[in-house]
């Protein structure tokens, strides 16, 4: 822990890391309906992620940091954003492994759906829930400002030490795995801190974890599809055949 807090630099790289996250985050949000692209959902998410890892942080400095209030405003819009993104996901997916035409029903549906989610997303950015977020932000300035740097290298080490047991399991908790990653690898940016960790091989292991991830939403997603039994039998075959390569190209 001594050889990472030597190397933890004031708290104001921590506070120039946020003030990053909240501009990206609010340049996001203040972009047009019309403006939305699948790689929009995605930054988005990815910023408010890079946020809830460094609100992970401040709560383990800090006993008086209230996480779940201060973070509740940006986890509504990282939901309803998480929901249009999956079926922006299956999209893709489908478009890799079958032809359009022979699933016509089915991506009908499919795109009336991510359009009642894009829809939604856009009727939560009320001015209320933008108050809401502004505050939020306002509330973890002093935390940031607060922040001890050997609590922040407990903090480190802790997490690190956390993701070499959970990859000793014999059975791999991989949901929990993939979260701790990421919250270790946005967390050593927002420090601008090289830790001893193999950065390399756990940014490498977060790519396939997210790669894993994607391929089991989508593919528990077709099977209640195919289990409701409101598509036609020869799509549901051919969903079928597409959630078994996504189950034979996932981890486990």
């Known amino acids: 822990m001594f050889q990472i807090l030597k190397f933890i630099p004031t708290m104001k790289t ?11 985050v609010n ?4 972009k047009p309906a019309r403006a939305y692209t699948p790689a929009t959902f995605h930054d988005l998410r990815v910023e408010i992620k890079k946020l809830n890892a460094l609100t992970d942080l401040l709560n383990y400095c800090s006993e008086d940091f209230k996480r779940k209030k201060i973070f509740r405003p940006f986890k509504i819009i990282f939901r309803q954003a998480g929901k249009v993104r999956e079926l922006q996901v299956e999209q893709a997916m489908l478009r890799k492994y079958c032809n359009k035409n022979s699933l016509n029903e089915y991506w009908n549906k499919l795109k009336l759906n991510l359009h009642t989610e894009h829809v939604t997303f856009f009727t939560l950015l009320t001015e209320k829930i933008i108050e809401q977020l502004k505050k939020s932000e306002h509330k973890l300035i002093p935390f940031i400002k607060e922040n001890d740097k050997k609590e922040a290298a407990d903090y480190i080490s802790s997490k690190e030490e956390k993701i070499k047991k959970l990859l000793k399991q014999n059975t791999l908790q991989l949901h929990e795995l993939r979260k701790c990653l990421k919250q270790l690898n946005y967390n050593r940016k927002s420090l601008d801190l090289d ?3 193999n950065v390399h091989q756990a940014d490498e292991l977060s790519s396939l974890l997210g790669k894993w991830h994607d391929c089991r939403v989508v593919a528990k997603h077709l099977e209640k599809v195919i289990m409701s039994g409101r598509i036609n039998s020869g799509e549901i075959n051919a969903l079928k055949k597409i959630k078994a390569k996504l189950l034979s190209e996932s981890l486990v």
């Open 195 to 197: 830790s001893n960790f």
């Open 27 to 30: 340049d996001l949000l203040e």
């Open 14 to 24: 921590l506070l120039k890391y946020y003030k990053k996250r909240k501009a990206a």
